[in-house]
């Protein structure tokens, strides 16, 4: 998932000139700021796992693990959001999210979109209604409708009834987990088709369990780069964290609350001499299956035969994937 | 309509103009440096939605490698293992293309976001403006070559108008030796000219001076032609056969018996005509082999005095002891004996204001050029010439002077341009068009070096040739170092494959270096053009000439080796009279000397009587037997007695 930090665009601009004519008090933000997905600001936590593949965690070389093996993934999904606070009314803050989502596919060792499933691109403007008594619902559909983008509102009540603070933060907190659910339905209803269709293996930047259907497709494969949580404890931390390059840890099982059930394991795709723990080490998550050592032991060496190309100039290289890099970078191009 | 292929592109740093624009491609697009491209603008103007077309003169080709460094790490440092890697790098193909015309033309404005489309062979008339050439009525087309990209054969066409004046005139031929790229094109040229130049246009002729090899000595005799040039030939409109009419002329050898050319085998003779000139011819040129260091103001006084007073007319002075009628350089030697022994006998210092020191230097000077121009300069004043005033159309007339010193090809260059001019300029050459080749201007229009008659005649004609019908198709190695005057002024350039260094000149600044480096490595048969309707340099491919190469004739018609004076003679003769046998030759020259023998040969030649062998047995004069007389018989003497001793 990128994260894009551009100012206002020209679309931006416009739904802001629109909504400035109904609302006087308004002020534009001329510089438009960025905010991360809310995720980076949950704590990091440790969670137990049910371990699938033998007693306890353990470090595994993968067998056969060469330079010469080739990767049996045939396309890449990833999605891009950006969230721009353009304008807030009385501290209230605006926001303008932009959500994409792409499947690229290898054909011949270059990468080129999915022909089934064009990208999507979609734009939302995020504004807590209750606390801007001023503009009517018929305004805000008025000006959706002329800037091109839906209308989201960040103070409707919550599950139990209670609406949210009129805390600026707060508000602008539930402008971007809204920005970020938005994006991985985009990412969700693509990798849905693509199960759907039955293709080559998926790799996704990103977990396989928040839909049924993917999570239980052999044809998708998450692969996961940011450990805020870690499914391992103990002794078996020290395991996950001692991994050598081209090692892989036990399987074990993640079930979320209100999610499906996958098996994982952890990967080291780049020696961490040097580097910080994490350096190089990505958690892959796969559909159950009858033999899981054996698909996991595939599925790894496919994982470390996309370490190359670097993907480097970005900053995540150590455990992004090449075809990973290029949605990202065809998304920043179409959105 | 073909598909599109790229993308007009533009960015603040690379942003596009009116004459130049970016697009991408497929990494597997048909684009080349040279390709002519089409780009359909996306908004309207006016109503009309703009149409652009440019050449390709750059390329680029990146990845978003943002150093090589990464690769080398990505690769552990070992090259043979980035071809294990699942993915290719995202590749990028961007041109950068010259505008070539706008449509609309005005307002001119930079070139729009839009498709490209790779140019058809109706948009690449268009783009090169043949269009107002090529259209019903005007039908000025000369073919030069074939466009080739993608699927697109395209015939490009040059202007006559501006190929042979009046608009714009001259063609110069530039490209490395040993390639055969410039004579080939200027062979292929005039073949297309023959064929193509309008009729209602006039006539049209070409004289080609041979300067070095046998190139151009088998121009009708047919060459091999390959089944690719074939379809050029058929593409292009023009017979792929040899010239048909030419005529060769070359001066003899210097002494005199066989002809100073590659094409002197005697299968061949039949189209070769000696050149040779006299006093006549010589005096009026003689600035060409003087130079300045010879020739001071009192002898080019006493030169004049010899052009106007002398020669050809019946000179009597005191001091000579006879009336002169000079017609030869014989004639002029006597005269100049005549004079000098007068002034000795006079013990005089000067004669007619001339000092006998000038006399004696220009008499050297004279005297030496018929030693030096030997086998085109004759002592007896025999003339065989160019058949000016009856030059006929779509003729070739080469003239060979490859074997010759540098004295003579000056002296040959530099009267039959003046004489074309001459008869041009009174319109009675016999051709309305005259288009003259010269190859090695590097030598006789150099950039620098002394300012010789030859390059000013050069310049001359360069300048001035064009509102004659006097057109020079000129070649050379390097463009950089033959005068400005001489290439500035040709409107049509053509370019083969270069040398590098000529390349890094300056007058090659104006060319992308995409372009310059693909002119160095042009196969052969392939050009680049400019001329006055393109705006910018135009790649073609020319068909190989269907005439016999040097090389081939040089070893199906082997040059004659030294021969008799009796071959000679024979092997000249007998062109005109079949029955002429080389007993009979040996029969009538054989009381003879070698300069009478030629003597005659030339004049039979020259005139060309219906009764050869009458007219050559006239030319001798008569001698009489010699007959041995017999010994008149002495009386006996008597004998002496023996006794009386005195006889009594």
Known sequence: MLVSNSGPDTQSRAAVRLLMQRLPGLSPVETGTSKEPIATADPPILRSAQIVEGSAVRAIRIPGSSRET????????????????????????????????????????????????????????????????????????????????????TSTADRNGEYPSQHPAVLLDRAIRAVDQQR???????????CARGEAPLFIDGGISRTASVASSTCAIGVIKSHRTLYVQGDALAIVMGLKRGERSSIFRVAPRSRSSVLSWYLRLRAPDGHDAMWGLVRVEVA??????????????WVMAETTPLSLPDGRWDKMAYGVRDCEEFLRAIS | MSDALGRVVATERKPNTPHEFHFWTAIDSPVGIGTIVRVDGAQPMDGQIPHIYGIVVEGFSYTDLQSPMHDVLGHDGLPTMAGYASTERAEIRLYTAAVLRQIPEEPLQPVPMGQVFLAEEADVQIALRMDSYLREGANTGIPIGVY????????????????LGPEAAHLNITGVSGLATKTSAVEWLLASLFKHFPEDKGSIAAVCFNVKGPDLCYLDQPGKVEETDEVLYDKLGVEPKPFERVEYFAPYTAKGLALNTFRNNEALLDNVTPLTWGLREVLQFAEVLLNKDDVDAKADALIDFIKENIVDKEFRDPVLTKTHRVQSFSDLDAWFRD??????????????????????KVRNRLSNISTRCAGLVTDSGAVSDLPFGSFADRTVYVVDVANLEEDAQDLIFARIVSKLREHLERRDLGVKHLVVFVDELNKYAPGDGADTYVRKMLLDIAER??????????????RSQV???????????????????????????????????????????QLMIR????????????????????????????QASDISLDAAILRVLRPLDPTITLPWVQEITALYTEEEVIRARNATLLARPDNVKAYFAAQFRKIVPVQTPARPMAASIKSAPENDPYGF
């Open chain 1, 184 to 194: 991985e339905e985009l990412e969700d209803r693509l990798a849905e088709a693509w």
């Open chain 2, 531 to 558: 001329h006055p309707h393109f705006t910018q340099p135009i790649f073609v491919r020319f068909p190989r000439p269907s005439v016999m190469q040097g090389r081939e004739g040089a070893e199906r018609y082997p």
């Open chain 2, 483 to 525: 005068h400005r005057r001489v290439v500035g002024n040709s409107g049509t350039a053509l370019f083969g494959r270069m040398d590098a260094d000529e390349l890094s000149t300056p007058g090659y600044a104006v060319l992308s270096l995409a372009t310059r480096t693909k002119l160095a490595t042009l196969e052969k048969g």
């Open chain 2, 465 to 478: 040739g064009r509102y004659l019908g006097l057109v020079l198709f000129s070649a050379q190695q390097f």
């Open chain 1, 70 to 153: 080739a990767s049996g993934f045939g396309g890449f999904l990833d999605g891009t959001q950006t969230v721009q606070v353009v304008a807030h009314h009385q501290g209230m803050p605006i926001v303008i999210g932009s959500v994409s989502a792409a499947v690229r596919v290898r054909v011949n060792r270059r990468m080129t979109t999915w022909g089934h499933q064009p990208p999507r691109v979609e734009r939302a403007m995020y504004l807590p209604l209750r606390y801007i008594p001023t503009l009517t619902a018929v305004d805000a559909s008025s000006v959706a409708a002329q800037a091109n983008c839906r209308i989201v509102d």
């Open chain 1, 288 to 301: 159950e299956c009858d033999r899981p050592s054996e698909r996991a032991d595939e599925i790894s060496r």
């Open chain 2, 148 to 163: 080739r990209a993608g699927g697109t054969d395209a015939v490009i066409y040059l202007d006559a108008d501006f190929l």
């Open chain 2, 339 to 360: 004079v000098l022994q007068g002034m000795e006998k006079k013990d005089g210092e000067s004669w007619r204001t001339h000092h006998v020191a000038t006399i004696r």
